[in-house]
């Protein structure tokens, strides 16, 4: 079963506008990553957030966990249309050596 | 920095026939790897890993194997292909806790 799982499915902005993503996730886990994939390629890892952290930025990135509620936001500030893409976050759990993909987010970014 | 290599990166094939997918990594030695396969529209689901030469973890039991005969070589594999094999197979392999993937093979079976 899904680990994690991205909220909204799909996303639609203007550029210049913010976009924000979620994940749940179901059990504790080590760290949790975002990644990004344009469409018919491999995924590119965006940033990584551990599980003692509660933010982290990288460039307009901005991303939380929340462990209590277990949940990650993905917050991409003042979008543009290149940011177009699919994102996924992954969870991993301690000494797991592997991670768990959620479905992703849509997010299309209109000039 | 690593850099992975799939091919072929499109393959059309009938129900039944035999597959082949490979997999190889430059830029790193003894790295884990992982062989996952995305639907359309969908997560990516792990299906093979591997954390050494003939080391092989099996995640989803189904018709596909995997084999890993060098360090930086693996390579997915089945014997006859099903409609329900069709989809976008993606080779990574991990450095740290990050995942670095290839550019993916996508695979329809008619």
């Known amino acids: 079963s899904q680990q994690g799982e991205e909220d909204p499915q799909a996303l639609s902005i203007q550029e210049g506008e913010n976009a924000t993503m979620n994940c749940s996730y179901k059990?504790?886990?080590?760290?949790l990553q975002w990644y990004r994939q344009n469409s018919g390629r491999g995924l590119v890892h965006l940033i990584l957030i551990r599980s003692n952290e509660r933010e982290k930025h990288s460039g307009r990135l901005r991303v939380t966990l929340d462990t209590s509620k277990k949940s990650s936001s993905l917050l991409i500030t003042a979008s543009r249309a290149a940011d177009t893409a699919s994102y996924f976050c992954?969870?991993?759990?301690?000494?797991?050596?592997?991670?768990?993909f959620g479905d992703g987010t849509t997010l299309t970014v209109k000039p | 920095s690593q850099t992975i290599h799939q091919w072929p990166a499109t393959l059309v094939q009938p129900v039944g026939s035999p597959l082949s997918l490979e997999c190889t990594v430059e830029g790193t030695s003894n790295p884990n790897l992982y062989w996952y396969r995305q639907a359309a529209g969908r997560g990516l689901q792990l299906l093979f890993y591997s954390v050494g030469i003939g080391q092989i973890s099996s995640e989803v039991p189904q018709n596909l194997s995997a084999s890993r005969p060098q360090d930086r070589q693996f390579i997915l594999s089945s014997k006859k292909l099903l409609l329900s094999d069709s989809g976008f197979y993606l080779c990574?392999?991990?450095?740290?806790?990050?995942?670095?993937f290839g550019p993916g093979t996508r695979l329809t079976v008619t």
């Open positions: 059990t504790s886990i080590n760290n």
């Open positions: 990574a392999c991990r450095r740290g806790h990050e995942q670095y």
């Open positions: 992954a969870t991993e759990m301690a000494n797991a050596g592997k991670s768990t």
